[in-house]
Each structure stands twice: as C-alpha cells, then as structure tokens.
C-alpha cells in the first residue's frame, strides 16, 4: 500500500473546466458517460494527463472526438488511466464507462441501498464511477443527465437545477440537471428510486423563496417533519449569525437506510443515513432527535464552510469539517442549552478523541501522511478540529470571529484552500498576532498543562503559574510548546466572582478592566512556562480555570478537594461546576480502583454523597445538567488514566458508586422520577428534554438496586412510556439485571418494534452493550438474528460496535471478546472495507492493557493483517496499531 504525504503536494497540471455526465442506469450494469473540457493550468504544458479509476470497465474513449489506442496513447492500471501526450492547449476527453452498482457492497460510488440507486463520493469514490482527476483542487461545472426504467425509478435527481426532463423509448425516462456552481468531484451526487418528498419552503434574507424537499421512501414520509423544521431552522440561523444565504433555488435531502458515516453534504442534494433523518416520538429519542437537529445543520452549513470554499487537499480536511462541527456545535447551543451541549462536546471528545490522540493512530488535526484518507475521518480531525476554531474565537471575540469568517468568504469563495488560507483570514481581519497557535494544526497529542496557584496576603496578588508537555506520538518524538488560551475567573469566599483589573505576565502590566467589572479572562499561554499574576485581589481566591473548556488539554490544578467541592456549589461558569464535579469523581474512582487492586473493603466518602445529593436536589439547576452532574465519568476515561488499563476494576468500581448512591439517594432519586414524568405528549424543547434527561438517569440508578419494588416501578415507567426516548430508557435500567424481568422486556420490545429497523438496530446495541459475563456467546447468537445483516453499517455500529464499547466484554480476559472481533473483521471487510476499518479500531488501544491481554489482542491484530485479500483500509489501521 502506499503511503500519501502533504510535504508532496504539487498543484494539478489539467484542470477541467466543465463535466457533463450522462447516467443509464441498469439492474445488470450502468454505462457511465463523460465529457470533459480539459485546460491546461498554466500554457505549454505536454505532461501526461493521469485519471484515477478503480472498480471500472473502460469502455471507449476519446480526445476531440477520436478515439485513443491503448498503450500509444493511455496506459491503464488497475487505479489510473494515463493520457501519455495529451494534446497541447484546451481538448475535449470523452470517457465511458461501466460499473455495476447493484453488488457494490463498499457503499462508496454509485450503489443501491433498499432498491434506490445513491452515490457516495467523499474522499475517493467518484473514481468508482468514471475516471477523473478524483482530488478536491480540480473544481468544474457540472451537468448530469440520468436516463431509467421510469417506473422502477421514478424519481431522478443530481445537484444543481433540474432544467430539462422527458420521457424515452421502452419505458425508460429522463432528467438533466445543472450545477451553477463548481465544485470537486466529491461533492458529486445521484439518486433514482421510488421515493415521496416532504415539500416545504424557505425565504431567504434577501426575499428568494426555496423549494426544500426531503425524500424517503413513502412510508417514512410522516417522519421527516423535525428534519424539516431542523432544515429551517439552520438556514436561518447560518443568516443572522454568520450572514450566509442560501445560494440555489432549490434543497434536496435523501434519506437511505445503507450508508456508512452519518451524511453527506453533496451540492444541494444531501445524502443522509435515515437514523439521522426519520423521527417520531414513538420511534426516536431525544438523542436521536437532537443528532438529526445537529448533523443537518452541519451538512447544511458545509454549503459555505466546504462547498463554496472547499478544501485544496484531504489532509486539510480539517478546514471544512472542523470549522462545520464547531458550527452545529453553535447552531445546537443556540437552539437548546449553552452549557449543556458543551458539557456534552467534551465528554465525547476526552471519551473517544483523548485516546486517539494518546495510541498508536494518533495525528495532529492536519495529518502528516495517510494510506486510505477513508481511514482519517476522524475525532481527531473533526472534534479536535472544532476545539481550534473555537479557540480562535475565545482569542478573538465573537466580533472578531466573525470579521475573520467574513474575510475568509471574500478571500476565497470558490477556491480550493489550506488551514493556513483560514488562519491568514483570522489574523488579517483582526491585526491579530497568534505566535504559534498554527501548531495546533501540526502537532498531534493532547498537551498537558499544570498549573500551581498562591495568593500574597501583603501584595494583594494572586499569581498561577502555569507549564506544559506534549506527549510524544507517532512520527513526532519532540514537541514544541502550544499557543493555549485558558479562561480564568477568580471567586471569593462567599462563592461570588471577583472582578479582574489588572495581570501582569512575561513582564508587561496588562489592564483588563478599569470600568465594566470583568470576571473572566483568558491568558495567553504559549510557552513551555509562564505566571501571571493578578493585582489588586482583596482575598485568597479560589480560581476557577479554563472556563468553558477553552483549549482541548488536560489539566493537572492543585485544587484540593474541598476547593473543587466549593467551585462545584458556586462557580457562575457553569461547565465548571461541573467540571468540578467529575474531577472529584474521576479521583474518587482512581482511589476505589487502587483500593479494588489490593482488595481492600471499598468504601464511598459520604463528602461525595453529600456532593451528589445537594445537586439532585437543587431546584434552581437546569434539569439536563443535573442529569450530567450525577452521571460518572465514563470508564474509558477512568482506563485512560491508569498506567495499565484495568477493566475489571475500573467496572466494578464503578458499578459500586453506582449502587451505593442509588442505596442512600434513593429518596431524592425516588421523588426526580415522580416529578418529572410527561405532563402530556412529546415535546422536542430543552425543558422536556432536560426533564426527561434527570427523570431518566434517576430511574437507572435506582434500577440498580434490583429490589423488587424498584423493579416493579421500572417496570410501569416502561409500560406507560408514550415515546421512545422514555421506554427505552427504562428498557435499559432493567437490562442491568439480567433475568427473567429483563429477557421479557427485551421480547416485549422486539415484538412491538420488529418491523422498524431503526428501533431495532437500538435493541440489537442494548443487548451488545451488556456487561452479563459471557455476553459475547449472545452478541454471536445476535448475528444470525434474521433482523441482523452484515452489510448494513447502522447494524454493524449497533451490534458489533455497541459490544467493543462495553469494556468487560471486549476485554474479557480468556481473549473471547478479541477473537470475536478479529473473526468479525476479516469477514466484514470483504463486504465493506470502511467499516470494518472502523470496528478493527477497537484493538488500537491494546498497549495500554496487562500482559495477557496485550498478548491475545495482538494475535487477532497478527492475524487480521495476514488475512487473503485485506483491504487498505483495515490495512493501515492494524498495520499502524502493531507498530
Ligand atoms: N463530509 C461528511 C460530513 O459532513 C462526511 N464525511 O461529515
Ligand atoms: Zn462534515
């Protein structure tokens, strides 16, 4: 396989100006036409002209209408067709094509799912359907012309303008459509199925009216209504926050059941996984329904931040996905809870980012080199991403924020650009000097900051002095010091912020208010270390750091516990407060786990329970929040922190705080269910949810207890449940027990749900997800469910993901989680090289676990890289992850 490297990035020696494709769709195969206006980038060029292809069968092809004589003039491999001397100057190159959708299992090109032909063309899968210059630098004007049996596919869509459409011979019919915009390759897309629409409208700032059309087959129509409202609401927003309209007359969503990543953000016609686009209260829960909000306004916000400015190669990706995942992180916030939705932000990426950036597949957000770009889809690149926009913005101001976004747009609206070009913008708009911050762009780790604070009684000052260390990774040994915004605010003894006048750091007196009071401000720490210390502060302070996660670190404070349990009574920034609450979790559960290894009795500090009791029952707190505040850290992150990752430990842990919490809060867990039940029916607003967030989390603790009665009254909340989001959840308090309540609940459910694959994709990862020993024998008994099926990626998320994400499991000493895993893989991969690379990453961590265990994981790891036929894919992950 070979390796892809940015330091080799030349510039194309051909562009296109225009494409017109032409599509006769098939059930045995498809014959794909192409028409390119090629132009030389600068004159005089005579280099050869190299089109990636793979998976094709070359059936003609022509240069200014004569036909082209294989080896004196193109070369063909099994992954280019080379024009050995084109000609010099503007030619036209006609290439056609035939591929065979219908046993495309990869999901990537043009393929079927449920009958309906749909193309996925990102990173590498226009290739997949004719040959091209398939790189995101090469940006043309497109037609498509889609000819098919018209009752089979009745409907026939591509981007752009549908300008013309008929009928044909032998029932066959036509559509062309037409791009006004150019674009790269893979933003290419297609559809032809028998699929309804949900028809809507948007009028744009400017007065133009939108025709919005969300397509799925008829039966799920009715479901579309919050993807709809979810459509409007982000065009709405993307213009009063970041002035951005619309730019077509015309927005398709399709809806598929098979699709490997969640969507895709195709010129105006989105491609959608259907679990992110089809709810109703019956079938959905409130995370789904807060996904679908999420990922269409990120698809749909791609039409600016990826679509009009796109990316001029894949290790940049982080240009368009960072800046869109910071984007719906925003659009979210606003349309729901500020701080809940950042609470939510950084759980996941310290639960799944945090880890990649600490393992052997760890990158910095623009990586260095990749094998298969499919592979760098990643939480680095997106999570990680985000995090380096928000901090220009932290820096910046929201003011200046936008200032820079605003020059970007005008700088580079339809070009194809770099992280530089985007940092540029950011810096020029503001006459800002951001030293190192590019960095965060080339240095891959998570940097660990330390901080010791002291307070001078006679001075009247209060000095934090700061250091920092990135971890070394893969490729990158030594690393320099990182360009870290850190919010601070300081509160008095009565809990109360304190106003900031005045910091003194590297030498210079800095005022930071001298009228409106200022309570937080943010430091500039970008050297390996550096004190700053505030003036005129009348006490000792308690400092409360990095305000709203301002810089994706890890870090290391010499608050005491009883600092920490004051921050988390009072901090006004409320991220904090509950940051402070999971920083005491996260050492109480250290010591539990210590405490476990030697077997000591475990023992929980009645401080912690007095914590945990006085949030549940403050009525003043945000409901949702509360839910989070209770919830513990996950045991991942808990793993992450030990020298030798211990599951057994770390699991029986923290079932025990679990139970033991359940057993002396049960009272005030008892009355957050009776009082939060539904006042009536399903309501997709933050109050509810929040609502349902605290009544739900309360009813698994107390299902933990498994005492009959608390069973009984599970029970009831799943029988009289009216939307999904209530009867799952207590589904899944009472699958904590395995039994005779538990399977009957579970057969109950099938029974109910067994024709809707969304809901049963939901049963299929709960069973996964179960910590009962021995649970692998059932997750093996599951893949011959007649509702399971290998090749659709949802249920190889629900099923074979949900049983790596449960840690007794997977790492079940005896190997039997590992060994299920490599057989699984070996097998997938044949059907869906994506995929399977996805779960084999699961094994990436092996390192961290104890000597039998790194043992058994690294055999599987052997084997799988020495399977027949292994793709690049799985290739890379495996190959990288026994480095
Ligand atoms: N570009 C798609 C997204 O928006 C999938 N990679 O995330
Ligand atoms: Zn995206």
Same mark, same amino acid.
């Given at each position: 396989p070979k390796e892809a490297f940015l330091k080799d990035y030349k510039k194309p020696d051909y562009l296109f100006e225009s494409v017109d494709l032409k599509f006769q769709l098939g059930e045995d195969k498809t014959i794909v036409s192409s028409n390119i206006a090629v132009y030389p980038r600068e004159e005089g060029v005579s280099s050869p002209l190299v089109l990636n292809g793979s998976d094709l069968k070359l059936l003609s092809i022509k240069v200014d209408g004569k036909d082209l004589k294989m080896s004196e003039d193109y070369k063909l491999d099994l992954r280019h067709l080379t024009l050995v001397s084109p000609p010099n100057g503007a030619f036209k190159l006609e290439i056609v094509t035939e591929i065979d959708p219908i046993h495309n299992t990869s999901l990537e090109g043009l393929y079927k799912s449920s009958g309906v032909f749909c193309t996925q063309c990102e990173a590498e899968g226009f290739r997949k359907i004719t040959f091209y210059q398939?790189?995101?630098?090469?940006m043309a004007k497109y037609t498509c012309r889609i000819e098919a049996n018209k009752e089979k596919y009745p409907v026939l869509l591509s981007n752009g303008n549908l300008i013309e459409r008929g009928d044909l011979e032998d029932g066959q019919h036509y559509a062309l459509w037409e791009d006004p915009y150019k674009k790269p390759s893979y933003l290419f897309a297609l559809v032809a199925g028998q699929l309804e629409s949900r028809d809507d409208s948007f009028v744009t700032c400017s007065g133009r009216k939108v025709a919005l059309r969300i397509w799925t087959p008829a039966q799920d129509v009715p479901k579309t209504g919050h993807a709809m409202y979810s459509l409007k609401a982000a065009m709405k927003w993307d213009e009063e926050v970041f002035g951005l309209e619309y730019d077509l007359d015309l927005f398709n969503i399709v809806a598929v059941p098979d699709f490997n990543m969640g969507a895709m953000e195709n010129k105006s016609l989105n491609i959608f996984n259907s679990k992110l686009v089809l709810a109703s209260p019956e079938t959905a829960s409130d995370g789904d329904y807060a996904s679908i909000l999420g990922v269409i306004g990120h698809e749909y916000f791609h039409?600016?931040?990826?679509?009009r400015v796109t990316c001029r190669d894949w290790f940049q990706l982080s240009l368009k996905e960072g800046l869109t995942v910071f984007r719906d992180q925003e659009f979210s916030s606003d349309m729901g809870c500020r701080p809940v939705k950042r609470i939510a932000d950084v759980s996941k990426l310290r639960n799944y980012q945090f880890p990649q950036d600490a393992g052997p597949m760890a990158h910095p957000v623009r990586p260095h080199s990749y094998i298969k770009m499919d592979n760098f889809d990643t939480v680095t690149v997106y999570e990680k991403g985000a995090e380096v926009v928000r901090m220009y913005k932290t820096l910046l101001g929201a003011m200046g924020f936008r200032k820079g976004m605003d020059l970007y747009f005008q700088r580079h609206d339809g070009q194809a650009v770099t992280c530089e070009d985007f940092y540029a913008a950011m810096c020029n708009a503001n006459g800002a000097d951001l030293a190192n911050f590019l960095q965060w762009y080339s240095q891959a780790g998570t940097p660990c900051v330390k901080v010791v604070s002291s307070y001078n009684a006679e001075a009247k000052t209060f000095t934090l002095k700061f250091s920092q260390e990135v971890p070394p990774t893969p490729g990158q040994p030594v690393k320099e010091p990182m360009f870290i915004p850190v919010a601070v605010g300081l509160l008095d003894s009565t809990g109360k912020d304190m106003p900031l006048s005045s910091l003194y750091s590297n030498g210079v007196q800095k005022t930071i208010s001298s009228g409106e009071p200022v309570y937080t401000t943010v430091l500039h720490f970008n050297k390996k270390e550096e004190e700053f210390v505030f003036s005129n502060i009348p006490e000792r302070a308690v400092p409360s750091l990095l305000?709203?996660?301002? &810089?994706p670190i890890r870090l290391d404070s010499d608050l005491t516990d009883a600092d920490l349990f004051f921050l988390l009574a009072h901090d006004s920034d409320e991220f904090n407060r509950w940051e402070a609450g999971q920083l005491l979790s996260r050492k109480l559960m250290l010591s539990l786990v210590s405490d476990f290894q030697q077997q000591k009795p475990l023992a929980l500090n009645p401080s912690f329970v007095d914590g945990i009791r006085s949030i549940l029952s403050n009525t003043t707190l945000d409901k949702e929040f509360i839910s989070k505040a209770i919830t513990l850290p996950g045991e991942g992150e808990i793993m992450d922190m030990m020298p030798v990752a211990d599951p057994d430990a770390v699991h029986a842990v923290r079932i025990f705080i679990r139970k033991e919490l359940a057993l002396q809060l049960k009272q005030e867990l008892l009355a957050a269910v009776t009082n939060n039940r539904s006042p009536g029916p399903y309501v997709f607003d933050h109050e509810n949810m929040a609502r349902r967030a605290l009544k739900n989390t309360a009813l698994v603790y107390l299902a933990t207890l498994n005492e009959p009665d608390l069973t009984q009254l599970v029970l009831s909340e799943y029988k009289s449940a009216s939307n999904m989001t209530e009867q799952f959840a207590a589904m899944a308090a009472l699958a904590q027990n395995p039994g005779q309540v538990c399977d009957e609940v579970l057969a109950d459910f099938y029974n109910k749900w067994q024709h809707d694959y969304l809901v049963v994709n939901k049963w299929f990862a709960l069973q996964a997800m179960?910590? &009962?020993?021995?649970n692998v024998e059932n997750v093996r008994k599951l893949l011959n469910h007649p509702a399971f099926d290998m090749r659709n990626p949802n249920k190889v998320y629900s099923l074979i993901g949900g049983f790596c994400g449960s840690p007794v499991n997977f790492h079940a000493k005896d190997g039997s989680g590992y060994k299920f895993l490599g057989e699984v893989v070996v097998q997938l991969d044949k059907i869906n090289p994506q995929v399977a690379s996805r779960m084999v990453s699961a094994f990436s961590r092996w390192k961290r676990y104890d000597e039998d265990r790194q043992a058994l994981a690294k055999a599987q790891l052997e084997m799988i890289v020495s &399977?027949?036929?292994?793709?690049e894919n799985v290739y890379e992950i495996a190959s990288k992850s026994l480095a």
């Amino acid at each position: 396989p070979k390796e892809a490297f940015l330091k080799d990035y030349k510039k194309p020696d051909y562009l296109f100006e225009s494409v017109d494709l032409k599509f006769q769709l098939g059930e045995d195969k498809t014959i794909v036409s192409s028409n390119i206006a090629v132009y030389p980038r600068e004159e005089g060029v005579s280099s050869p002209l190299v089109l990636n292809g793979s998976d094709l069968k070359l059936l003609s092809i022509k240069v200014d209408g004569k036909d082209l004589k294989m080896s004196e003039d193109y070369k063909l491999d099994l992954r280019h067709l080379t024009l050995v001397s084109p000609p010099n100057g503007a030619f036209k190159l006609e290439i056609v094509t035939e591929i065979d959708p219908i046993h495309n299992t990869s999901l990537e090109g043009l393929y079927k799912s449920s009958g309906v032909f749909c193309t996925q063309c990102e990173a590498e899968g226009f290739r997949k359907i004719t040959f091209y210059q398939d790189r995101p630098d090469v940006m043309a004007k497109y037609t498509c012309r889609i000819e098919a049996n018209k009752e089979k596919y009745p409907v026939l869509l591509s981007n752009g303008n549908l300008i013309e459409r008929g009928d044909l011979e032998d029932g066959q019919h036509y559509a062309l459509w037409e791009d006004p915009y150019k674009k790269p390759s893979y933003l290419f897309a297609l559809v032809a199925g028998q699929l309804e629409s949900r028809d809507d409208s948007f009028v744009t700032c400017s007065g133009r009216k939108v025709a919005l059309r969300i397509w799925t087959p008829a039966q799920d129509v009715p479901k579309t209504g919050h993807a709809m409202y979810s459509l409007k609401a982000a065009m709405k927003w993307d213009e009063e926050v970041f002035g951005l309209e619309y730019d077509l007359d015309l927005f398709n969503i399709v809806a598929v059941p098979d699709f490997n990543m969640g969507a895709m953000e195709n010129k105006s016609l989105n491609i959608f996984n259907s679990k992110l686009v089809l709810a109703s209260p019956e079938t959905a829960s409130d995370g789904d329904y807060a996904s679908i909000l999420g990922v269409i306004g990120h698809e749909y916000f791609h039409n600016w931040t990826g679509n009009r400015v796109t990316c001029r190669d894949w290790f940049q990706l982080s240009l368009k996905e960072g800046l869109t995942v910071f984007r719906d992180q925003e659009f979210s916030s606003d349309m729901g809870c500020r701080p809940v939705k950042r609470i939510a932000d950084v759980s996941k990426l310290r639960n799944y980012q945090f880890p990649q950036d600490a393992g052997p597949m760890a990158h910095p957000v623009r990586p260095h080199s990749y094998i298969k770009m499919d592979n760098f889809d990643t939480v680095t690149v997106y999570e990680k991403g985000a995090e380096v926009v928000r901090m220009y913005k932290t820096l910046l101001g929201a003011m200046g924020f936008r200032k820079g976004m605003d020059l970007y747009f005008q700088r580079h609206d339809g070009q194809a650009v770099t992280c530089e070009d985007f940092y540029a913008a950011m810096c020029n708009a503001n006459g800002a000097d951001l030293a190192n911050f590019l960095q965060w762009y080339s240095q891959a780790g998570t940097p660990c900051v330390k901080v010791v604070s002291s307070y001078n009684a006679e001075a009247k000052t209060f000095t934090l002095k700061f250091s920092q260390e990135v971890p070394p990774t893969p490729g990158q040994p030594v690393k320099e010091p990182m360009f870290i915004p850190v919010a601070v605010g300081l509160l008095d003894s009565t809990g109360k912020d304190m106003p900031l006048s005045s910091l003194y750091s590297n030498g210079v007196q800095k005022t930071i208010s001298s009228g409106e009071p200022v309570y937080t401000t943010v430091l500039h720490f970008n050297k390996k270390e550096e004190e700053f210390v505030f003036s005129n502060i009348p006490e000792r302070a308690v400092p409360s750091l990095l305000r709203g996660y301002s &810089a994706p670190i890890r870090l290391d404070s010499d608050l005491t516990d009883a600092d920490l349990f004051f921050l988390l009574a009072h901090d006004s920034d409320e991220f904090n407060r509950w940051e402070a609450g999971q920083l005491l979790s996260r050492k109480l559960m250290l010591s539990l786990v210590s405490d476990f290894q030697q077997q000591k009795p475990l023992a929980l500090n009645p401080s912690f329970v007095d914590g945990i009791r006085s949030i549940l029952s403050n009525t003043t707190l945000d409901k949702e929040f509360i839910s989070k505040a209770i919830t513990l850290p996950g045991e991942g992150e808990i793993m992450d922190m030990m020298p030798v990752a211990d599951p057994d430990a770390v699991h029986a842990v923290r079932i025990f705080i679990r139970k033991e919490l359940a057993l002396q809060l049960k009272q005030e867990l008892l009355a957050a269910v009776t009082n939060n039940r539904s006042p009536g029916p399903y309501v997709f607003d933050h109050e509810n949810m929040a609502r349902r967030a605290l009544k739900n989390t309360a009813l698994v603790y107390l299902a933990t207890l498994n005492e009959p009665d608390l069973t009984q009254l599970v029970l009831s909340e799943y029988k009289s449940a009216s939307n999904m989001t209530e009867q799952f959840a207590a589904m899944a308090a009472l699958a904590q027990n395995p039994g005779q309540v538990c399977d009957e609940v579970l057969a109950d459910f099938y029974n109910k749900w067994q024709h809707d694959y969304l809901v049963v994709n939901k049963w299929f990862a709960l069973q996964a997800m179960s910590d &009962a020993p021995g649970n692998v024998e059932n997750v093996r008994k599951l893949l011959n469910h007649p509702a399971f099926d290998m090749r659709n990626p949802n249920k190889v998320y629900s099923l074979i993901g949900g049983f790596c994400g449960s840690p007794v499991n997977f790492h079940a000493k005896d190997g039997s989680g590992y060994k299920f895993l490599g057989e699984v893989v070996v097998q997938l991969d044949k059907i869906n090289p994506q995929v399977a690379s996805r779960m084999v990453s699961a094994f990436s961590r092996w390192k961290r676990y104890d000597e039998d265990r790194q043992a058994l994981a690294k055999a599987q790891l052997e084997m799988i890289v020495s &399977a027949n036929g292994l793709s690049e894919n799985v290739y890379e992950i495996a190959s990288k992850s026994l480095a």
